[in-house]
Nanobody, 119 residues
Framework: QVQLVESGGGLVRAGGSLRLSCVASGSIGIINDMGWYRQAPGKQRELVAVITSGGSTNYADSVKGRFTISRDNAKNTVYLQMNSLKSEDTAVYSC?????????????WGQGTQVTVSS
């Protein structure tokens, strides 16, 4: 089994910053893509940012220039630096990882961490 645990969420004023972290642990072989998703109340979950094992990144248009995804492969950790936060960034943020095990590739999800941006 693989567990993903997020941290770093909280309440911040508009224009402020937060840094989310997600650590993967358990029976990890190789971690391919890692990413962050978010779901606001009454809305569908959406991709925020993704990073490959080689470091290539992709972002949702709504966060480009404000958010930065990074990872530390030695620590099985992915980060999301969020700057210039807006009220519309308020959501539950979850990390995801594509992990290669003896059974092949499996998608794992964290429980999520709440980010609330006050205007």
């Amino acid at each position: 089994q693989v567990q993903l645990v997020e941290s770093g969420g909280g309440l911040v004023r508009a224009g402020g910053s937060l840094r989310l972290s997600c650590v993967a642990s358990g029976s990890i072989g190789i971690i391919n893509d890692m990413g962050w998703y978010r779901q606001a109340p009454g809305k569908q979950r959406e991709l925020v940012a993704v990073i490959t094992s080689g470091g290539s990144t992709n972002y949702a248009d709504s966060v480009k220039g404000r958010f930065t995804i990074s990872r530390d492969n030695a620590k099985n950790t992915v980060y999301l630096q969020m700057n210039s936060l807006k009220s519309e960034d308020t959501a539950v943020y979850s990390c995801a990882a594509v992990v290669v095990t003896t059974n092949g590739e499996t998608n794992y999800w964290g429980q999520g961490t709440q980010v609330t941006v006050s205007s």
